[in-house]
């Protein structure tokens, strides 16, 4: 799997480990369970650490680790299976994460963009992606109609805007 990060391809930082698996030297990915059995002695690893959550699995039941964790890893299992688009703002809106948030899993070309908009800065993408790839399906809407994690202006924000300048034209005519 190829890493975009930020929008760039880069190496693969990160080694995502199993519930038994040995830990690695250097920065690795745990699923939530591990996170949540041996948290103690992870944070005195003194090496980056992640946590993975699987679909079903919330994100408030790492709220209180977050200034711990340098990677969230949000699982897609399945195209059609979109909670970690919510995951990822809570992430960021609510809780106020600023580490990254990473997709994993079944993560598809046409979702890039979206996902971009809700708060990932990291994709796992397959190999067959490429850079031209990514930025045309970055690139592929003008306007966003909805709000969201990205704060790029929504059409209705837009159109407000327009409406004020013209009043002020008026006005001042």
Same mark, same amino acid.
């Given at each position: ?7 760039? $391809?880069?190496?693969? =930082?990160?080694?995502?480990? /199993? ?7 250097? &920065? ?5 369970? @591990? ?14 650490? %992640? ?36 995951? &990822?703002?809570?992430? @960021? =809106?609510?809780?106020?994460?600023? /580490? ?13 963009? $979206?996902?971009?908009?809700?708060? $990932? =800065?990291?994709?796992?993408?397959? =190999? ?5 790839? $990514?930025?045309?399906?970055? %690139?592929?809407?003008?306007? &966003? ?19 004020? @300048?013209? %009043? ?6």
């Amino acid at each position: 799997m190829k890493l975009i990060k930020n929008g760039n $391809f880069v190496e693969q =930082d990160f080694v995502a480990v /199993g519930a038994d698996d040995a830990l690695p030297d250097g &920065a690795v990915i745990v699923p939530l369970e @591990r996170w949540e059995a041996e948290r103690d002695n992870l944070v005195t690893r003194n090496t980056p650490i %992640g946590v993975k959550l699987e679909s079903g699995q919330h994100p408030e039941r790492i709220r209180d680790d977050l200034d711990h964790l340098s990677v969230v890893a949000l699982d897609f299992p399945i195209y059609r299976n979109g909670r970690a688009y919510s995951y &990822a703002r809570l992430l @960021r =809106d609510r809780y106020g994460y600023e /580490g990254e948030v990473r997709a994993v899993g079944n993560v598809l070309q046409d979702q890039f963009y $979206f996902m971009v908009r809700c708060g $990932f =800065d990291a994709l796992e993408v397959q =190999d067959k992606i490429t850079p031209e790839v $990514f930025e045309q399906s970055v %690139g592929a809407f003008t306007y &966003a109609y909805q709000a969201a994690a990205d704060d790029r202006p929504t059409v209705m924000s837009l159109r407000q805007r327009l409406a004020a @300048r013209a %009043g002020e034209t008026r006005a001042a005519q």
